[in-house]
């Protein structure tokens, strides 16, 4: 979900996707994109000549980004983000994944 | 086409994440190249969504991140690869699992896997698979000094030649 912290973190390989938290190999009874993410991964392990290999993966999220990004959060906000919130008080509620 | 990183992200929590760099004494690359086909090589997953078996194993440790934010669970739990997507439960407070919870293999693809596995494309997967929790104590203490030995240590008895690490 987040290839560019993984680059940073110093992973060998890596594969981005661009879904919700929680959904590392998509959506869930989606069987064909859960082969394209696992297949994919499969590649860039046994595959990558170099370290540091990223790939990517086009599939757009099937969802509206307004109503994925709510969904994937937790119903109450997790206990450090609660902390977070009565320290900073921000104008909007986040959680963080 | 280059994944946006952040696209689900709250904007306020990106800077906690960007720029931050490697963890002090991880600069450096750390390479193992991939010896064998994918075809006759030995799988392994894991999963960081604090998943669970239902009834046979204790719950990721949740009543103690509620009194202690800052503290994750550092323990781990081996799935084994033939249970039932029925009998995964799952235990994270920084997602909705809903969607985990209707469908495992979204987090953990133990089935599709073993479909791979029976097509050829992988030699096999082994006998169990592993659950993390995602959220950790920033210094990572416990999960350096004693989850990562032990998970090592468990992989290499199955014969895993390779590990396919999911974040949650």
Redesign the interface.
């Known amino acids: 979900?987040?290839?560019?912290?993984a680059e940073?973190?110093?992973a060998?390989r890596i594969v981005?996707?661009?879904?919700?938290?929680?959904?590392?190999?998509?959506?869930?009874?989606d069987?064909a994109m859960?082969?394209r993410v696992?297949?994919l991964?499969?590649?860039v392990?046994?595959?990558?000549a170099?370290?540091?290999t990223r790939v990517?993966?086009?599939i757009e999220w099937p969802v509206p980004?307004r109503e994925?990004?709510k969904?994937?959060?937790?119903?109450?906000a997790?206990?450090?983000?609660?902390?977070l919130l009565a320290t900073?008080r921000?104008t909007?509620s986040?959680?963080?994944? | 086409m280059i994944v946006d990183s952040y696209r689900f992200l709250p904007r306020s929590f990106r800077p906690i994440y960007e720029g931050r760099g490697p963890f002090p004494g991880e600069e450096g690359p750390v390479w193992a190249p991939f010896e064998k086909r994918l075809a006759s090589a030995r799988i392994a997953l894991l999963s960081s969504a604090g998943l669970y078996i239902k009834g046979r194993q204790p719950s990721f440790d949740l009543e103690r991140e509620q009194t202690n934010p800052e503290w994750g669970d550092p323990s781990w739990r081996p799935i084994p690869a033939d249970l039932g997507s029925d009998d995964i439960a799952s235990a994270h407070l920084h997602i909705n699992d809903e969607d985990i919870r209707s469908d495992p293999e979204i987090a953990l693809p133990a089935r599709l896997l073993d479909q791979l596995v029976a097509e050829r494309v992988v030699g096999s997967a082994t006998a169990e698979h592993i659950s993390v929790m995602g959220y950790q104590d920033r210094s990572l203490e416990g999960w350096q000094n004693h989850t990562v030995p032990e998970l090592v240590t468990r992989l290499r008895d199955q014969q895993a030649d390779g590990l396919i690490l999911a974040p949650a």
């Open positions: 979900m987040m290839p560019a912290v940073e973190r110093r060998s981005g996707v661009e879904f919700p938290f929680g959904h590392a190999f998509g959506m869930p009874g069987k859960q082969r696992l297949e991964a499969l590649r392990l046994a595959g990558a170099t370290f540091g990517d993966v086009d980004l994925a990004y969904a994937w959060q937790p119903k109450e997790s206990p450090i983000v609660r902390k900073s921000p909007n986040e959680a963080a994944p």
